[in-house]
Structures are given as structure tokens and as C-alpha cells.
């Protein structure tokens, strides 16, 4: 599996953008997927995900009512979209893929990451 993000950038504050995720490989085997950012020195945080089969999503409390994560499934992707952004949110922006594999097990997939610079 691999991902690929896209649709970051520089946006001022209260502004809006929409991040995507490009899966491809064995996309069957994704068992859930998610949105993760980190800003400059500071840990990894999840911002919003889908539960294991997709039927359910969750959020940072810090991002409940202004982002909204969604699919679509037929073109293997995901996407985030970001509104009345804060400074404060400026990071690298992630998407994660829990994948199963028979042999394997369960492993992680991470993309490059997209930067999201948000101005005051």
C-alpha cells in the first residue's frame, strides 16, 4: 500500500483547505485510515480517522466541527476538509493506513506528508 497526500499550503487564519489521500497497492487490505499532523517540535497527533471497517470516524476535540473527514472508496481516496483553520494548526499533515496482511499481520502505512501553514 501506498499513500500519497496532497493539498497543503499557505492559508490565513480562518481559512479553509482540503487535504487528500491517494491510496494504491493492495488497497483491499486497508483496514482503516486516517489523518495525523505534526508540527514543529511536537509529538505525532491523530486529527481524524475511520474505524476498522470504515463505519465510524473520530476526532480531535480540538478539530470537532471544523474538519470533516470523508472517502470515496471507488477512487481510493481520502480526503480532509479544513475549516476556519488556526495558527496554530501549522504542521505536516499525514495520512495512515492500517493494513493486515495474512503473512504478516497488521502494519502501519504512513505518505510523505503535506505542509499546512496557516498565517495570522
Known amino acids: 500500500v501506498q499513500l500519497v497526500e496532497s493539498g497543503g499550503g499557505l492559508v490565513q487564519a480562518g481559512g479553509s483547505l482540503r487535504l487528500s489521500c491517494a491510496a494504491s497497492g493492495s488497497t483491499f487490505s486497508i483496514n482503516a485510515m486516517g489523518w495525523y499532523r505534526q508540527a514543529p517540535g511536537k509529538q505525532r497527533e491523530l486529527v481524524a480517522a475511520f474505524s476498522s471497517g470504515g463505519s465510524r470516524t473520530k476526532y480531535a476535540d480540538s478539530v470537532k466541527g471544523r474538519f470533516t473527514i470523508y472517502r470515496d472508496n471507488a477512487k481510493n481516496m481520502m480526503y480532509l476538509q479544513m475549516n476556519s483553520l488556526k495558527p496554530e494548526e501549522t504542521a505536516v499533515y499525514y495520512c495512515?493506513?492500517?493494513?493486515?496482511?495474512?503473512?504478516?499481520?497488521?502494519?502501519?502505512?504512513w505518505g510523505q506528508g503535506t505542509q499546512v501553514t496557516v498565517s495570522s
Open positions: 495512515n493506513a492500517e493494513v493486515y496482511d495474512p503473512s504478516s499481520g497488521i502494519y502501519y502505512r
